[in-house]
């Protein structure tokens, strides 16, 4: 009690006053029922009277800057209105958060100002980029109705679109669009000659798109249709983009029984469509020769017969200065790529000039890098040199296709483009083909440890381990032996007649669990994989058998690989039950007599 007076006395009175008023106030209202509070002040608010508009200029913001009598005296006109950019952006953002159907029904209800052919062409590209066919034609005959012409960028969008389809099997309304596109072209391209000889509109550019779609569908007459329709020179004349879809075009034969009849007159062809570019070259002064044009001109002639053939190694030494043994040295024309280089090898392995092959590798390593050297090479490259040195007789194929790989192996560490270069399974596949061929177990067993980093050492007859050691790589340099690799290498050790060779391949399967792929359903695998598994387990079965003979000398191994030949036994049971008549070449599809045709190094398979 002495403390609280003592705390009052410092008070005045009339605080204390003030203190006594409020205490009993409380005390009043806490003793009456009130409202809650969101009730009070929503009563409060209502009961206020209503604000004179012109005082609100006398409110306060938060910013000191803001002036509202600038905004209500500003002029409504000033407005910026939607601009075809703008609605643009919009449709691509719509369109990327695959929103198209937002994006049509957004552009159909915009002002009229803000829509033109270039805003339509950006609509109908997104829909080509998702798939929708059919809805990017709507498109581009609801732009016709509502008044927008429709430009050369416009067919080109259109026949670029659709030249994406892979299927046309599925999609054969969209060829007769494309034909329909076609003519409205034609008649945009008379209209603007009539009316201004000089328009960039004027170009050809839009028909390489349907030249490809024409040679998708095999309709290698119509191109050649479209082409004499084109004026000889002048603008609006083929140029290069025109010249490469048709090349490109022809060089995209189809598979099957009348292939080669299709692949020697597409050749023909080839040749005669080379002659007359030849001539539209020195007429038109601004028509270059590019890498892409060489390219697909040398990939379509490539699958005729020796004239043909030679026609292209005579542009390979004009234009990359790649030169026949005997020919006079070239500097070439046009630096040579990685994709030029391809066609090259496979025109060499598919004339049957393996040699060349070889040769034009050896010039490319010695080529500096300007024109195109060794760092345009990549393991694409070495496996067409691969095939060239397989396809090619001799007893040492299985040394130089291992020395391949290892240079390979050695570019990918010391070169610029080192990754490009690591082996894949293609290229231990060819060159374990190799050893096969040559019976060369040395060599199968040094790639066997360079492709998976086991030490087949750890396999071999006295000093097997049952831990056998595996060298630590970056990801992916080490690889799993395929059932056609794994074919090819116990073949070798069969071949070669040496049971030490066949105990320590069945070693390396038995270790790799091989016995596991005669287990899975052949119906869950595809079908090579199932083919070669087949002739996997042939190879086995064989290789235990003629191990088994001695049996007294691998004491605990023979029960293991006797499991091994059963299961391999079952699975041989199993596929040919179904009769599966699969077979993983060309052969099949070839008219009688073609058989010959095949590259030599696939006749091993």
């Known amino acids: 009690m002495l403390r609280t007076s003592n705390k009052f006395e410092h008070l005045n009175a009339t605080a204390l006053r003030r203190y006594a008023t409020v205490t009993k106030q409380a005390r009043t209202i806490s003793n009456d029922p009130q409202l809650p509070r969101y009730l009070r002040r929503q009563t409060k608010f ?7 508009p012109s005082s609100s200029s006398d409110k306060v913001y938060r910013s000191r800057h803001y002036d509202s009598n600038t905004e209500k005296n500003k002029d409504k006109s000033t407005l ?54 059919s809805l990017s034609y709507q498109l581009y005959t609801d732009m016709k109705r509502r008044g927008f012409s429709p430009s050369a960028r416009t067919f080109q969008t259109m026949f670029t679109g659709l030249s994406k389809i892979e299927s046309w099997s599925t999609h054969t309304k969209q060829l007769a669009h494309a034909r329909s596109l076609y003519d409205s072209f034609q008649r945009y391209m008379n209209s603007v000659k009539k009316h201004d000889p000089t328009n960039p509109e004027l170009t050809a550019k839009p028909l390489a798109g349907y030249i490809k779609i024409l040679g998708d569908n095999n309709l290698y007459q119509e191109i050649f249709d479209v082409y004499h329709a084109l004026p000889v020179e002048g603008q609006g004349s083929a140029e290069e983009l025109v010249y490469t879809a048709m090349f490109q075009a022809l060089a995209s034969t189809p598979t099957g029984v009348y292939a080669v009849p299709i692949h020697h007159q597409n050749a023909s062809d080839a040749k005669l469509l080379w002659n007359m570019m030849k001539k539209a070259l020195k007429k038109s002064p601004s028509f270059q020769v590019d890498t892409y044009l060489v390219t697909a001109a040398i990939a379509a002639l490539s699958q005729g017969k020796a004239p043909e053939v030679d026609l292209a190694l005579a542009i390979t030494r004009e234009y990359f200065g790649l030169t026949v043994p005997g020919d006079p040295p070239s500097t070439g024309i046009i630096p040579l790529s990685s994709q030029s ?141 395929s059932a056609e690799t794994l074919c090819s290498f116990v073949r070798t050790a069969l071949s070669s007649r040496n049971r030490a060779n066949v105990r320590q391949s069945l070693r390396i399967i038995d270790y790799l ?69 699969f077979i993983p070449t060309m052969m099949k599809h070839w008219p009688e007599g073609e058989e010959a045709r095949l590259p030599k190094y696939k006749k091993p398979l």
């Open 513 to 581: 669990k091989v016995k596991e792929l005669f287990l899975v359903d052949e119906a869950e695998v595809s079908k090579t994989k199932s083919y070669f598994t087949k002739k996997l387990a042939s190879t086995v079965i064989d290789s235990a058998t003629f191990a088994l003979e001695t049996e007294s000398r691998v004491p605990g191994s023979g029960q293991r690989w006797k499991q091994m030949a059963d299961a391999a036994a079952q699975y041989v049971k199993r596929v040919e039950a179904k009769q599966s008549d």
């Open 46 to 52: 209502r009961s206020s009277p209503p604000q004179d």
């Open 80 to 133: 910026k209105l939607l601009d075809p950019y703008t609605l643009s952006s919009r449709l691509k953002k719509l369109c990327g958060a695959n929103q198209i159907d937002s994006a049509v029904q957004t552009l159909k209800n915009s002002p009229g100002d803000a829509q033109n052919t270039q805003v339509w062409n950006t609509l109908i590209w997104e829909c080509l980029k998702a798939k929708r066919f």
């Open 341 to 481: 280089l391809d066609a090259i090898f496979k025109l060499c392995n598919s004339s049957g000039r393996h040699a060349l092959c070889i040769t034009f590798f050896q010039q490319v390593k010695r080529r500096p890098a300007e024109q195109g050297g060794e760092e345009i090479l990549d393991h694409g490259h070495l496996n067409e040199v691969l095939k060239a040195r397989l396809a090619l007789s001799g007893s040492e194929t299985a040394i130089s296709c291992l020395e391949t790989i290892e240079w390979m192996l050695k570019k990918e560490i010391l070169g610029k483009n080192g990754y490009k270069l690591r082996p894949n399974l293609v290229s231990y596949n060819l060159a374990m083909t190799a050893c096969w061929r040559d019976v060369d177990w040395r060599s199968a067993l040094r790639i066997f440890e360079l492709m998976t980093g086991y030490h087949s050492h750890d396999f071999m007859d006295g000093s097997v381990s049952s831990a056998p050691r595996r060298d630590a790589r970056s990801p992916g340099r080490n690889l799993d032996l």
